[in-house]
């Protein structure tokens, strides 16, 4: 479950992107891309319901610092 401060959306003029994004994971069946479920509000929050991805992101890969063999460089390339 993605959870985006309301507050933050507008303090940052991101409505129209958390808009697109919310659409397109709506719409969304890729291997590559998790598909949204459902999605609900707060008063303070919005949250996107999405499946579990155990293996996470490929941005927690880059944060980490952890180097990928050139072949699966290649693949997600691709």
């Not at 990928?68 to 693949?75: N, R, S, V």
């Amino acid at each position: 479950m993605k959870a985006i401060r309301k507050d933050k959306i507008l303090q940052f003029n991101s409505l129209k992107c958390t808009w697109t994004e919310m659409q397109v994971l709506t719409q969304a069946d890729h291997p590559f891309l998790c598909g949204l479920k459902y999605v609900f509000q707060s008063q303070l929050r919005l949250y996107f319901v999405m499946p579990l991805l155990a293996g996470g992101s490929l941005r927690d890969i880059f944060v980490r610092g952890e180097k990928m063999p050139e072949k699966l460089c290649q693949f997600y390339i691709s």
